[in-house]
T-cell receptor
Framework: DAKTTQPNSMESNEEEPVHLPCNHS???????IHWYRQLPSQGPEYVIH???SNVNNRMASLAIAEDRKSSTLILHRATLRDAAVYYC?????????????FGTGTRLLVSP | GAGVSQSPSNKVTEKGKDVELRCDPI?????LYWYRQRLGQGLEFLIY????????KSGLPSDRFSAERTGESVSTLTIQRTQQEDSAVYLC?????????????FGDGTRLSIL
């Protein structure tokens, strides 16, 4: 299975943009890139996903490199509520796409 | 509410007892998933349901663990003869369809503590 690599932790100040990187150098052409986050004492929450093109939704933006070997989750204005562990997950169209395989993620700290 | 609901939110039991954990998925969601999260660790997949069938049980750690889903709705995860290593947060998720584009919507889990 294609794997992802994320920094263990990042820090940001409130109301500043945050760019969370993810490397997936062995990604296949049929892998979708998903991002989830987990706030303390809660279940994971879906954030965004994409295949090749950049994506925007009400929560965040997803920028996907042209070669698809990396992606970046962008929070345009961090709030204290955005402090969470962010997971970058690949889901293959052909195999094992039902389950989410969580790595260690990036712990985002947001300071007032 | 409209989200995934899990009960109980907390369960404390003695080693050797059986426990049942319940999950009510979002109405109309055909796919349902169970995961486990031990303290300070990532999520481990346990089992996936499509409708009432379980095409993938590969994550169930032993034959003490079983799960069922009825009416293409509620699901129950049963752990028999619990052991201390079963202590974890058990999370349920559902999605409208099973597919690589489908977001999974999680409940807040059942925190299981085995004394």
């Amino acid at each position: 299975d294609a794997k992802t690599t994320q920094p263990n932790s990042m820090e940001s100040n409130e109301e500043e943009p945050v760019h969370l990187p993810c490397n997936h150098s062995t990604i296949s052409g049929t892998d979708y890139i998903h991002w989830y986050r987990q706030l303390p004492s809660q279940g994971p929450e879906y954030v965004i996903h994409g295949l090749t093109s950049n994506v925007n939704n009400r929560m965040a933006s997803l920028a996907i490199a042209e070669d698809r070997k990396s992606s970046t989750l962008i929070l345009h204005r961090a709030t204290l509520r955005d402090a969470a562990v962010y997971y970058c997950i690949l889901r293959d169209l052909n195999t094992g796409f039902q389950k989410l395989v969580f790595g260690t993620g990036t712990r985002l700290l947001v300071s007032p | 509410g409209a989200g995934v609901s899990q009960s109980p939110s907390n369960k404390v039991t003695e080693k050797g007892k059986d426990v049942e954990l319940r999950c009510d998925p979002i109405s109309g969601h055909t796919a349902l998933y169970w995961y486990r999260q031990r303290l300070g660790q990532g999520l481990e997949f346990l089992i996936y349901f499509q409708g009432n069938s379980a095409p993938d049980k590969s994550g169930l750690p032993s034959d003490r663990f079983s799960a069922e889903r009825t009416g293409e709705s509620v699901s129950t995860l049963t752990i028999q003869r619990t052991q201390q290593e079963d202590s974890a947060v058990y999370l349920c998720a559902s999605s409208f369809l099973a597919g690589p584009q489908q977001p999974q919507h999680f409940g807040d889990g059942t925190r299981l503590s085995i004394l």
